[in-house]
């Protein structure tokens, strides 16, 4: 299910003295089932553009099209569209308003018209797809921990079965045993469901570890969109726009400029375990 973004811009306050260009000129194309990380400086642009995936911020110029269909026809359903994009905020207590767990997630379900047994089904589904304990159901929302939190708005969006999940530094201010255990939960939804997955982050090392394309943002523009790999390899040219590589990237070059041949496009601790691995056997030969 594809979303094209075709010459997409977008003015803050136009025509006022505080106007200023928040996107400008955007082409993109997010094709189904792809795992997407969108990374950029404070103000780069990220929020302002995945807020215009499924309309809920119209832009000043260009276009959006959701599987062929232009989102701002006068007849296009915004509310169904709502549905297929999910979107989870940044910070959950935005999204987390009900009295009990259950009844936050249930709350999408309910508003599609649902039988009340396809409701529960839905939800009971979501939550256990993000980890919910079944002692937690009937706890309420704002008694949770941050990562519970977090996986609860999760699960309200999933429950709505969306094709296009669209994370907002989802794991901002957590540990990192519970970055890592939300992220983990993600990748599982995305290789089980096959959706399309669009992570927000400023963390190099989770876009490095999860994504398979990365769109970078600068000042309301698209600086690279390639894999990981062929993105960080402009590490310098990153660092110029307030970003950085993964650290190993930085180890695996500081390698090779101290003599020891090992690749230098490798983006996690896996792969630069396996890339030290094969230089050390070449040593060996």
């Given at each position: 299910m594809s979303i094209i973004l075709d010459k997409l811009n977008y003015v803050y306050s136009p025509g006022t003295a505080y106007e200023k260009q928040a996107l400008g000129d955007i082409d993109l194309v997010i094709g189904d089932g792809e795992f997407i990380g969108l990374i950029g400086h404070t103000g780069s642009g990220k929020s302002t553009l995945i807020q215009h995936l499924n309309g809920l911020v119209k832009a000043t110029g260009g276009g959006v099209y959701y599987n062929g269909a232009d989102i701002y026809d006068p007849d296009y359903n915004l509310k169904e569209l709502r549905t297929k994009v999910g979107l989870v905020f940044q910070y959950p207590e935005h999204q987390l308003f009900e009295t009990t767990v259950l009844r936050d997630v249930q709350f999408g379900p309910k508003n599609l018209g649902l039988t009340p047994l396809e409701i529960d089904l839905r939800?009971?589904?979501?939550?256990?797809?993000?980890?919910?304990?079944?002692?937690?159901?009937?706890?309420?929302?704002?008694?949770?921990?941050?990562?519970?939190?977090?996986?609860?708005?999760?699960?309200?969006?999933?429950?709505?079965?969306?094709?296009?999940?669209?994370?907002?530094?989802?794991?901002?201010?957590?540990?990192?045993?519970?970055?890592?255990?939300?992220?983990?939960?993600?990748?599982?939804?995305?290789?089980?469901?096959?959706?399309?997955?669009?992570?927000?982050?400023?963390?190099?090392?989770?876009?490095?570890?999860?994504?398979?394309?990365?769109?970078?943002?600068?000042?309301?523009?698209?600086?690279?969109?390639?894999?990981?790999?062929?993105?960080?390899?402009?590490?310098?040219?990153?660092?110029?726009?307030?970003?950085?590589?993964?650290?190993?990237?930085?180890?695996?070059?500081?390698?090779?400029?101290?003599?020891?041949?090992?690749?230098?496009?490798?983006?996690?601790?896996?792969?630069?375990?396996?890339?030290?691995?094969?230089?050390?056997?070449?040593?060996?030969?």
């Amino acid at each position: 299910m594809s979303i094209i973004l075709d010459k997409l811009n977008y003015v803050y306050s136009p025509g006022t003295a505080y106007e200023k260009q928040a996107l400008g000129d955007i082409d993109l194309v997010i094709g189904d089932g792809e795992f997407i990380g969108l990374i950029g400086h404070t103000g780069s642009g990220k929020s302002t553009l995945i807020q215009h995936l499924n309309g809920l911020v119209k832009a000043t110029g260009g276009g959006v099209y959701y599987n062929g269909a232009d989102i701002y026809d006068p007849d296009y359903n915004l509310k169904e569209l709502r549905t297929k994009v999910g979107l989870v905020f940044q910070y959950p207590e935005h999204q987390l308003f009900e009295t009990t767990v259950l009844r936050d997630v249930q709350f999408g379900p309910k508003n599609l018209g649902l039988t009340p047994l396809e409701i529960d089904l839905r939800a009971y589904e979501a939550l256990k797809q993000v980890g919910i304990p079944d002692e937690l159901i009937d706890a309420s929302p704002f008694e949770l921990s941050g990562g519970q939190k977090r996986r609860v708005a999760i699960a309200g969006v999933l429950a709505m079965k969306p094709e296009v999940l669209v994370l907002d530094e989802p794991t901002a201010g957590l540990d990192p045993k519970g970055r890592d255990e939300i992220l983990d939960q993600i990748e599982k939804i995305h290789d089980e469901q096959h959706i399309t997955v669009i992570l927000v982050s400023h963390s190099m090392e989770d876009v490095a570890k999860y994504v398979g394309r990365i769109i970078v943002m600068n000042h309301g523009r698209v600086a690279f969109d390639d894999t990981p790999e062929n993105v960080f390899a402009h590490y310098k040219e990153l660092e110029k726009i307030g970003l950085a590589a993964p650290q190993v990237t930085y180890a695996m070059h500081a390698l090779q400029e101290h003599g020891i041949s090992v690749r230098t496009d490798v983006t996690t601790v896996e792969e630069a375990k396996n890339a030290v691995l094969a230089a050390f056997r070449g040593w060996q030969r």
